[in-house]
């Protein structure tokens, strides 16, 4: 009589820990050992197996019962009681173990379960073929209570005396490897598995992806994690794929790639989070298409999941200061500066100002700016101011800006050109008013 284990119970009686762990590596749900046993031992001599007697079949048989009804105390109390007593030789003793390793399982009392199964192992006229299978039920049991030392050695025990090790075995023992951080050894395990299942035409199951990914991914090799990525996207489509893929590509940097990917997700609508819209907002902004990044945001604000806060005022008027949209620009940096008063927003509106031939303004925002400070490049802000001024026939201040922007090396050029034209464009004004010309001169700010 062959008595059912593991794989009788319904996954959703397993703690999270198992859930997880054999979701991953062995959906749908734990191996039948009984199954196991067909598969394993199908084409394998083995020795006779031992009799259960009259008394102990009839105790089993009512406690088979009892675990159909999952009666779990009733089927203990039988098992450790009548069934002890009436079982007497060591086969039968073996399946009272088995069926008490079962009922254990069942109440996840996964250690008394492991001491249940291994006094089934260790009895002398255990049947070999459910002993063997046995082993891999124990080392499982390991994993789900992460020992992961010892489920990693019963399984080597196991897979010594097995005729046949298949792709399950392998990764679970792969997985074992790399919770003690022996990632080699369960990288080559996972490797086996999947490159043995896709050489007959089988679908790999998503979870040894997974690892195999995880792996990968800790060696830093992003190139080959990407390309598990494009195969559980087509085969296990779900969309945090697509994120990872994301990311994937901006380590190795290919930015429209990663705009791509990610762009997949928002589309979808299963990006909801500020930091991941803000960032697909930047990478908008980056591919040179400022004017799709200021929509995520504004329709991030609108819906509440961007906040309107100085920082993300300041990218959304950033945005649209870069697709040359200077009266969106405006009321949004205005703001932005009023709320954080950082002199970067105030660089950033004295630029809107000058676009908008607003110079007083500009130049009341690049003063700002600069007395403020924060600003990455203050020559460019007084550049503006330069400008600005000059627009305002400040001449003599407006050379004084642009001599403050050449101490950068980047403005250099330009600013000594701007010069030249304030001092030529400042002595011929002079003269036109000398002469009585009635035109603008100078208007302070």
């Given at each position: 009589m062959q008595y059912s284990t593991l794989g009788s119970k319904k996954t959703s009686g397993i703690k999270?820990?198992?859930?997880a762990l054999f979701?991953?590596?062995?959906?749908?749900?734990?191996?039948?050992?009984?199954?196991?046993?067909?598969?394993?031992?199908?084409?394998?001599?083995?020795?006779?197996?031992?009799?259960?007697?009259?008394?102990?079949?009839?105790?089993?048989?009512?406690?088979?019962?009892?675990t159909e009804a999952e009666n779990w105390a009733a089927a203990r109390r039988d098992l450790e009681g009548s069934a002890m007593s009436a079982c007497k030789t060591s086969y039968e003793k073996s399946q009272v173990y088995n069926f008490l390793g079962y009922v254990y399982y069942s109440q996840d009392r996964y250690q008394d379960a492991v001491n249940a199964y291994r006094n089934m192992v260790n009895e002398p006229q255990v049947d070999e073929r459910q002993a063997i299978s046995t082993r891999y039920t124990i080392a499982q049991l390991y994993l789900i209570l992460e020992d992961y030392a010892r489920a990693a050695k019963e399984l080597e025990e196991w897979m010594k005396v097995s005729p046949i090790v298949g792709a399950d075995a392998k990764v679970l023992l792969g997985q074992a490897y790399y919770q003690l951080e022996r990632r080699d050894d369960a990288l080559r395990l996972v490797n086996d598995a999947i490159a043995d299942q896709e050489s007959k035409g089988?679908?790999?199951?998503?979870?040894?992806?997974?690892?195999?990914?995880?792996?990968y991914y800790e060696k830093n090799d992003y190139?080959?994690?990407?390309?598990?990525?494009?195969?559980?996207?087509?085969?296990?489509?779900?969309?945090?794929?697509?994120?990872?893929?994301?990311?994937?590509?901006?380590?190795?940097?290919?930015?429209?790639?990663?705009?791509?990917?990610?762009?997949v997700s928002y589309l979808a609508g299963k990006m909801d989070q500020e930091r991941q819209l803000v960032s697909l907002a930047y990478m908008?902004?980056?591919?040179?298409?400022?004017?799709?990044?200021?929509?995520?945001?504004?329709?991030?604000?609108r819906e509440g999941k961007i906040k309107r806060s100085a920082e993300n005022l300041e990218v959304l008027g950033l945005a649209y200061q870069q697709g040359q949209d200077s009266k969106k620009a405006l009321p949004v940096l205005e703001e932005a500066a009023k709320a954080s008063g950082k002199g970067a927003i105030y660089a950033r509106?004295?630029?809107v100002y000058l676009d908008l031939d607003d110079n007083e303004k500009s130049v009341v925002a690049a003063r700002n700016a600069i007395q403020r400070g924060g600003i990455q490049r203050i020559d460019m802000t007084y550049m503006n101011l330069g400008n600005a001024l000059i627009n305002l026939h400040c001449y003599n201040d407006?050379?004084?800006?642009?001599?403050?922007?050449?101490?950068?090396?980047?403005?250099?050029?330009?600013?000594?050109?701007?010069?030249?034209?304030?001092?030529?464009?400042?002595e011929r004004r002079a003269k036109l008013i000398e002469s009585g010309a009635k035109i603008a001169g100078c208007k302070r700010v």
């Open positions: 999270v820990a198992a859930a979701s991953l590596l062995l959906a749908p749900g734990i191996v039948s050992a009984q199954e196991e046993d067909e598969r394993r031992f199908a084409d394998t001599k083995t020795q006779q197996r031992h009799a259960v007697g009259q008394a102990c079949g009839k105790v089993l048989e009512g406690v088979q019962v009892l089988n679908l790999p199951k998503e979870g040894w992806w997974s690892l195999q990914r995880v792996i190139k080959k994690v990407a390309d598990i990525l494009k195969k559980l996207i087509i085969h296990y489509p779900n969309f945090s794929y697509w994120q990872q893929l994301g990311g994937m590509y901006s380590e190795l940097n290919q930015p429209i790639n990663q705009l791509v990917a990610t762009e908008f902004m980056g591919a040179e298409a400022p004017y799709m990044g200021a929509r995520i945001i504004e329709k991030g604000m509106l004295a630029g407006a050379i004084s800006a642009f001599r403050n922007a050449a101490r950068d090396d980047r403005s250099a050029k330009y600013a000594s050109q701007w010069i030249d034209f304030a001092t030529q464009e400042g």
